[in-house]
């Protein structure tokens, strides 16, 4: 009986078990689908005045340097504090002094010939004056007469040769002193206090401080957006450009102004040179500061710099993120009233980084997809997730 009821009791059970199991398990709920539409991102066009910028980089100059040689011979005597590597000086400055004692003593010399041609002259002038008044009285000959004149042309000759030994004599003393020719500053010093230098021979590589230069590449392409012609060295006016370095632990800024063009483009690298100027590059140091720049760190030479040349600039421009072109990079995604996608062609001014600026193809108001959708169509809905017109209010190219 137990080998019957047993066996019977755990089958009742396991039916048991899984009625209750159905009874108590998830139920499948029917239901309509959500939205399978895409969410996306636009942007409103409004088009904007946008002036133009190009950047470029250049290492600093000085506009004018020079080499500082002796035109006399001599020992140097005196030599200025500032004449030392990196020392500033002013125009004017006596920066050298060759020793003057020989070339005093060469000026006092021809003082003394050129009084004594002086004299001679006098001389010559009183005999030929003598030699016509005795011709006149029929009491001297034409030869006596020839030859006082010859000796009175000789004496003027004389007298101006003594009067250019003169002035000779004394330019060569006045170049035992060296004078700054600008205010400037000292790249490299090669003499020292008691050293010989003979005519010609180098004293010091110097650098005016008035303005500094930086040569600037740019690709002909970039011209367009830059109003600077080529058929002239000079600029018809000033091209404002902002310099930028990175230096004593800090970034500076500088502003100065491309004041001519290389005017000849490289056949290699498609570039051609502007050249922009800083005045008082060393503003902040002992030279002043004049310009309005960065007073805590000087335009010194030799700094690398990262430039924005400042362009024209351009009416009814949209700015645009790099990634709402698609396809051929002529091709945005509109969104129309309905929330469908429509392909649209542009006119692609120039892209710039990831910033795309627009100059026809689209109206004011138009809505512009600027997310990254895949296999896109044409007509196909989407969802707004939000409407920026913003992200590109501050944007410049």
């Avoid at 470029?56 to 500032?82: D, K």
């Avoid at 170049?175 to 050293?195: E, H, I, M």
């Avoid at 140091?285 to 310009?291: L, Q, R, V, Y």
Wanted: glycine letters at 8%.
């Amino acid at each position: 009986m137990k080998r019957v009821v047993v066996p019977l009791l755990i089958v009742v059970a396991g039916f048991g078990l899984a009625a209750l199991l159905i009874a108590t398990g998830p139920r499948i709920e029917h239901g309509t689908p959500g939205s399978l539409e895409p969410l996306v991102r636009v942007q409103t066009v409004t088009p904007r005045p946008v002036q133009m910028r190009a950047s470029t980089h250049g290492t600093v100059v000085p506009r004018t340097e020079s080499e500082l040689v002796a035109e006399v011979a001599g020992r140097v005597v005196e030599i200025s504090p500032q004449l030392v590597a990196g020392g500033f000086f002013a125009k004017g400055e006596r920066l050298l002094r060759i020793d003057p004692l020989d070339y005093e003593f060469a000026l006092e010399q021809a003082r003394a010939g050129a009084a004594r041609a002086e004299s001679e002259l006098a001389n010559a002038r009183r005999a030929h004056e003598r030699q016509v008044e005795l011709r006149n009285r029929q009491m001297t000959s034409d030869a006596q007469v020839d030859d006082a004149v010859n000796r009175l042309r000789l004496a003027e000759a004389s007298l101006r040769e003594a009067t250019a030994r003169v002035a000779l004599a004394r330019r060569d003393l006045e170049r035992t002193t060296l004078l700054a020719p600008y205010d400037g500053r000292v790249r490299v010093k090669r003499v020292d206090l008691g050293q010989f230098v003979g005519r010609g021979g180098s004293i010091a590589t110097i650098y005016a401080t008035d303005y500094a230069e930086v040569r600037l590449p740019i690709h002909d392409g970039e011209l367009r957006f830059l109003d600077i012609p080529l058929g002239s060295a000079a600029l018809p006016h000033p091209v404002t450009v902002e310099l930028t370095a990175d230096f004593a632990g800090g970034t500076h800024t500088w502003r100065g102004e491309v004041v001519r063009s290389e005017g000849e483009i490289d056949a290699g690298t498609r570039m051609i040179h502007l050249v922009a100027r800083v005045p008082a590059p060393y503003a902040g140091s002992d030279t002043g500061n004049e310009a309005g720049n960065d007073a805590s760190a000087p335009l010194a030479v030799g700094l690398f710099v990262r430039a924005e040349i400042l362009g024209r600039t351009v009416d009814d421009v949209i700015a645009l993120p790099r990634a709402a072109l698609r396809g051929n990079s002529d091709q945005v995604y509109v969104v129309d009233a309905e929330n469908r996608l429509r392909f649209r062609n542009v006119e692609v001014l120039r892209v710039v980084d990831e910033q795309a600026f627009i100059n026809g193809g689209l109206a004011p108001g138009e809505r512009v997809c600027i997310s990254s959708l895949g296999n896109a169509l044409d007509g196909m809905p989407v969802r707004i997730v939000s409407a920026d017109t913003a992200d590109m209010a501050d944007a410049t190219p």
